[in-house]
């Protein structure tokens, strides 16, 4: 995300979505071939030993460099890259870059003054506006994960084949990932907000084919329909709303709020069996539905909640407190950032002033 460049941040965070996708897709067909659990579970974790090269393969974060002042390795990086891009940096480049290090160390926002946990918290408590949107992006993440993976767990309970029930529910992810390029014409907000709640009240509705339908197979496949609605609105909210929280935390501790995110999810992951299995708790049709209407009306609360996150499309990311302050202040006059107008030159900046070439890195 840090690479590219406001135009082009949406691509970057939406074409790795098709890997998740692929992967819940063939894990139907991994699943069907490997049916004994154990095998299936290695086939599934052994391959994430590959992972360890990430440490050598991919570089630190120039912004989390900067912050911490650490502007040679920051330097290095940025040259690294523009080598590999065949890009040329200018000295007008460096020296700008060097004006800007040397202002910014001269202001209150110094780049190398990181909050610790506690201060964080604090700072937080102290700004309520800060607390309430750090709130709802914790409880859209929580539901977000228990929806999409409590979802996924449902399938068997569909009363159709489980296997291709959760391929189905595997290949709607190709759509909703197809459906987010709109956040670059239309923001973020809008598409997020309308997915949580047309899933979710797609889920909701199930309680009626249960209640009013009596051919069973014709059930099933309706309510396998209305489920897999549900996860469309799950899997947009799961990809915006990961673009989203980094564009709205700043630099200096995006890396830790995003973590503190990831942990809500996985409590939400951790809610989703519990939830999933509720129809074996309470007997009927409504049994049946229970799950459904319990994730239906999380998903429809976190996405009216979602509206009062503010927009980020096109705008630059917020480095300190104060610029998430102010990012607050300016929600409702978004800045319109262009690709700059030299790009394919030998001028780019580490934001908006990113050359294609050094962005694609």
């Given at each position: 995300?840090?690479?590219?460049?406001?135009?082009?941040?949406?691509?970057?965070?939406?074409?790795?979505?098709?890997?998740?996708?692929?992967?819940?897709?063939?894990?139907?067909?991994?699943?069907?071939?490997?049916?004994?659990?154990?095998?299936?579970?290695?086939?599934?974790?052994?391959?994430?030993?590959?992972?360890?090269?990430?440490?050598?393969?991919?570089?630190?974060?120039?912004?989390?460099?900067?912050?911490?002042?650490?502007?040679?390795?920051?330097?290095?990086?940025?040259?690294?890259?523009?080598?590999?891009?065949?890009?040329?940096?200018?000295?007008?480049?460096?020296?700008?870059?060097?004006?800007?290090?040397?202002?910014?160390?001269?202001?209150?926002?110094?780049?190398?003054?990181?909050?610790?946990?506690?201060?964080?918290?604090?700072?937080?408590?102290?700004?309520?506006?800060?607390?309430?949107?750090?709130?709802?992006?914790?409880?859209?993440?929580?539901?977000?994960?228990?929806?999409?993976?409590?979802?996924?767990?449902?399938?068997?309970?569909?009363?159709?084949?489980?296997?291709?029930?959760?391929?189905?529910?595997?290949?709607?992810?190709?759509?909703?990932?197809?459906?987010?390029?709109?956040?670059?014409?239309?923001?973020?907000?809008?598409?997020?907000?309308?997915?949580?709640?047309?899933?979710?009240?797609?889920?909701?509705?199930?309680?009626?084919?249960?209640?009013?339908?009596?051919?069973?197979?014709?059930?099933?496949?309706?309510?396998?329909?209305?489920?897999?609605?549900?996860?469309?609105?799950?899997?947009?909210?799961?990809?915006?709303?990961?673009?989203?929280?980094?564009?709205?935390?700043?630099?200096?501790?995006?890396?830790?709020?995003?973590?503190?995110?990831?942990?809500?999810?996985?409590?939400?992951?951790?809610?989703?069996?519990?939830?999933?299995?509720?129809?074996?708790?309470?007997?009927?049709?409504?049994?049946?539905?229970?799950?459904?209407?319990?994730?239906?009306?999380?998903?429809?609360?976190?996405?009216?909640?979602?509206?009062?996150l503010p927009e980020t499309n096109k705008r630059m990311l917020p480095e300190t407190i104060d610029d998430a302050e102010d990012f607050m202040n300016l929600s409702e006059k978004p800045r319109s950032i262009e690709p700059n107008e030299n790009q394919g030159h030998d001028d780019p900046g580490l934001e908006g002033g990113t050359t294609t070439k050094l962005s694609s890195y």
């Amino acid at each position: 995300m840090e690479w590219v460049s406001p135009a082009y941040r949406m691509h970057a965070g939406i074409i790795i979505e098709y890997f998740f996708a692929l992967g819940v897709s063939l894990l139907a067909g991994i699943a069907y071939l490997l049916k004994e659990w154990p095998y299936l579970e290695l086939a599934c974790s052994v391959p994430t030993a590959l992972f360890l090269s990430f440490f050598w393969l991919i570089p630190e974060s120039p912004r989390w460099l900067l912050s911490k002042g650490r502007i040679t390795e920051c330097k290095q990086i940025i040259q690294k890259v523009a080598n590999f891009n065949g890009v040329q940096l200018s000295e007008k480049f460096w020296t700008e870059f060097d004006d800007d290090y040397q202002k910014s160390e001269k202001t209150d926002k110094s780049p190398n003054e990181t909050p610790s946990a506690v201060e964080i918290a604090i700072l937080l408590f102290h700004s309520p506006r800060l607390l309430i949107r750090t709130v709802i992006i914790f409880f859209n993440w929580l539901v977000v994960s228990m929806v999409y993976y409590g979802l996924s767990m449902n399938s068997g309970n569909m009363g159709v084949d489980i296997y291709v029930s959760f391929l189905i529910s595997g290949l709607v992810e190709f759509v909703g990932y197809t459906f987010c390029f709109v956040i670059d014409r239309v923001g973020r907000k809008a598409p997020h907000c309308g997915a949580m709640v047309l899933g979710g009240l797609a889920c909701i509705c199930t309680i009626f084919t249960d209640l009013y339908l009596d051919d069973a197979e014709t059930k099933n496949w309706i309510n396998v329909a209305l489920a897999n609605v549900g996860k469309f609105g799950a899997t947009v909210g799961f990809a915006l709303i990961y673009i989203w929280s980094a564009e709205l935390f700043p630099t200096i501790i995006r890396n830790s709020q995003m973590g503190a995110s990831s942990m809500f999810a996985r409590i939400g992951g951790m809610l989703a069996p519990f939830i999933a299995n509720l129809g074996k708790i309470v007997p009927g049709d409504f049994g049946r539905s229970l799950p459904l209407m319990v994730f239906g009306g999380a998903t429809v609360s976190a996405g009216l909640l979602s509206l009062f996150l503010p927009e980020t499309n096109k705008r630059m990311l917020p480095e300190t407190i104060d610029d998430a302050e102010d990012f607050m202040n300016l929600s409702e006059k978004p800045r319109s950032i262009e690709p700059n107008e030299n790009q394919g030159h030998d001028d780019p900046g580490l934001e908006g002033g990113t050359t294609t070439k050094l962005s694609s890195y």
